[in-house]
């Protein structure tokens, strides 16, 4: 479903493929640069008309795709968690596991040395 | 006696190096041998939807377990450990049933093809739920549920059904208050972290 992410991310891709900054494109639109900020953020859904606007400044159309889903790569996916999630690694022995679940993580070679080395989950 | 597809299925899961796949053809056998079909949550889910190595300690499944299930369950070479029912092998598993109903709408589940049959996996906004709800006990920045929460929200962000979500905390705000007001801050937190992380990658 597109979404006003998607869409954001459309913008701030043509804007950035036009070697606009986001105060250049508001200029050019006749409007702010928070107002740039908060479309490409998804914090808001443009309208039709300022989307005709954003792509005529950039000289990039968009093309908005209704009607069907259209989900990311496997890889993508994993690529947008490692950045949202910034690179927080998931580690099972902070969960306490009971003497059954410790079998099976053994059993995978999943041991608690083999989590001692993983990158820390950093703050923010 | 148990029947020939669940046996199978589960000979292929004590085979089956990758945890994730392990855990769905185990799930599948048990949608075959319990009285109710089971709906697959907790960890499991988690790794389904994201994709992210979660790796889960166990399998987390809701169903109402009764008599005639355990009983089954024990046909099936499971044996009670503690809190889990536990299948030893080359790749030995831990099966929870932690709760009879899932917290959500059961009809958000989806149906995941497994060999022949399927497994029901929890809805993504539900289990988006769960991790939000979670976190609410341990909100620092750093605690696994919103890690947890902030992977499936950046996985599956155009297929969430953000309206429900919206929904059920509002719901939840009215009915205990402390904890939806709780919800309701590190959702709006998870969403803008997610926003922010989504917008720059040209999705």
Redesign the interface.
């Known amino acids: ?1 597109m ?4 869409l ?2 459309i913008v ?2 043509n804007r950035r493929k036009a070697g606009l900054t986001q105060a250049e494109l508001a200029e050019r639109i006749g409007t702010k640069q928070p107002v740039i900020s908060k479309i ?4 808001e859904f443009a309208t039709i008309p300022l989307l005709d606007r954003i792509a005529r400044a950039t000289g990039e159309p968009i093309v908005l795709k209704l009607g069907i ?4 790569t ?1 890889e ?10 910034r690179g ?1 690694t ?3 022995w ?2 306490n ?5 410790i ?3 053994e ?2 070679g ?1 041991t608690r040395d083999s989590f001692r080395g993983s990158q820390s ?4 | 006696m148990i029947r020939s597809e669940a046996r199978n299925l589960l000979d292929e899961a004590d085979r089956e190096g990758k945890r994730l796949r392990r855990h769905l053809l185990a799930a599948a056998a048990l949608s075959l041998i319990l009285e109710h079909r089971p709906i697959v949550v907790g960890g499991t889910a988690e790794d389904y939807w994201t994709d992210n190595d979660y790796v889960p300690t166990d399998l987390d499944m809701c169903a109402p377990i009764s008599k005639e299930d355990e009983r089954r369950l024990a046909n099936a070479g499971f044996k009670r450990e503690g809190r889990h029912w536990f299948r030893e092998g080359e790749h030995p598993i831990a099966v929870e049933f932690p709760e009879a109903r899932i917290e959500g709408e059961e009809q958000r589940a989806v149906e995941v093809p497994v060999g022949s049959t399927t497994v029901r996996v929890i809805g993504v906004e539900d289990l988006y739920l769960d991790r939000i709800r979670q976190s609410t006990a341990t909100p620092e920045e750093d605690s696994e549920p919103l890690a947890g929460a902030v992977a499936i929200a950046s996985a599956r962000y155009e297929r969430m059904d953000w309206r429900y979500v919206t929904k059920v905390i509002r719901s939840t705000l009215e009915r205990d208050p402390p904890l939806g007001a709780l919800m309701q801050r590190i959702d709006r937190r998870v969403r803008t972290r997610v926003r922010r992380a989504l917008s720059g990658s040209g999705f």
Request: cysteine-free; charged content about 40%; proline content about 10%.
């Open positions: 479903m979404n006003a992410v998607t954001g991310s701030a891709r490409e953020s998804g914090a889903d259209e989900e990311p496997r993508e996916r994993r690529r947008r968690v490692r950045r949202a999630t927080y998931f580690n099972p902070n969960r596991p009971t003497p059954a679940e079998k099976t993580l059993r995978d999943l989950p950093r703050r923010g």
